[in-house]
T-cell receptor
C-alpha cells in the first residue's frame, strides 16, 4: 500500500509563474520529508527537506510546506524556469531505515 | 569520484539468467540503499546497509534477490533466475547526515530489461 502519494502525475506551468507540487502521506509516524528532482536517464537529486518540527523550509526559489494535521506537503517553485522541467518525487521517513517515495509528478515549464 | 556511480548503465538479459548490478557510493558515506523503479511506479525500497550492521533486507521482493557490501563501500545487487517482472531501473543511493537526518544521494541507475 502506497504510504506516500502524489496524485498528479503531471503538471504544466508557464515560465515565471508558480509551480505547486503536492504530496500526501498516510503514516503519522513520518517525521522527515524530502523532495527530489529527476531528469531523464539520471538518478534523483536531492532538492529540499523539512522536519516535522517545522511547517516551512525555504531555499531560494524552492519552498516546502508541511501540514501535519492534513498529512500533506507541497513544494512551491517560484518563479518557474524551463530548467525546472523534470519529475519531482516526494519522500518520507520515520524512525526506521526506510524512505518511502511517491510515484512522482512530471513538471513541464513552458517558455 | 564525486557522486554515486552504478554499472552497467543498461543491461538486457534473458529470462532465467542471473545478473549482477554494482554500486560505488560516495566516499565516506556509511549508509547505502538499493531501490527499484518499475514503469509508472515510485521508488521501491529493496535493502539498506549501514556500516558493519546487519543489512535491512525487508524490501527484497523474493529470495532471488540478494545484495552484499564489501569492505563497507562497493555494493552488488544480484538477481538470480531473472523474470520479466524484474525489468526496472535499479537505483543505488548513499547517504550522509544533513541537519541531523540522513539525506540520500542517488546514482544514475541501471536499466534492466529481462526478455
Amino acid at each position: 500500500d502506497q504510504q506516500v502519494k502524489q496524485n498528479s502525475p503531471s503538471l504544466s506551468v508557464q515560465e515565471g509563474r508558480i509551480s505547486i507540487l503536492n504530496c500526501d502521506y498516510t503514516n503519522s509516524m513520518f517525521d522527515y520529508f524530502l523532495w527530489y528532482k529527476k531528469y531523464p536517464a539520471e538518478g534523483p537529486t536531492f532538492l529540499i527537506s523539512i522536519s516535522s518540527i517545522k511547517d516551512k523550509n525555504e531555499d531560494g526559489r524552492f519552498t516546502v510546506f508541511l501540514n501535519k494535521s492534513a498529512k500533506h506537503l507541497s513544494l512551491h517553485i517560484v518563479p518557474s524556469q524551463p530548467g525546472d522541467s523534470a519529475v519531482y518525487f516526494c519522500a518520507a521517513s520515520g524512525t526506521g531505515n526506510q524512505f518511502y517515495f511517491g510515484t512522482g509528478t512530471s513538471l513541464t515549464v513552458i517558455p | 569520484g564525486a557522486g554515486v556511480s552504478q554499472s552497467p548503465s543498461n543491461k538486457v538479459t534473458e529470462k532465467g539468467k542471473d545478473v549482477e548490478l554494482r554500486c560505488d557510493p560516495i566516499s565516506g558515506h556509511t549508509a547505502l540503499y538499493w531501490y527499484r523503479q518499475s514503469l509508472g511506479q515510485g521508488l521501491e525500497f529493496l535493502i539498506y546497509f549501514q556500516g558493519n550492521s546487519a543489512p535491512d533486507k525487508s524490501g527484497l521482493p523474493s529470495d532471488r534477490f540478494s545484495a552484499e557490501r564489501t569492505g563497507g563501500s562497493v555494493s552488488t545487487l544480484t538477481i538470480q533466475r531473472t523474470q520479466q517482472e524484474d525489468s526496472a531501473v535499479y537505483l543505488c543511493a548513499s547517504s550522509s547526515e544533513l541537519a541531523g537526518r540522513e539525506t540520500q544521494y542517488f546514482g544514475p541507475g541501471t536499466r534492466l530489461l529481462v526478455l
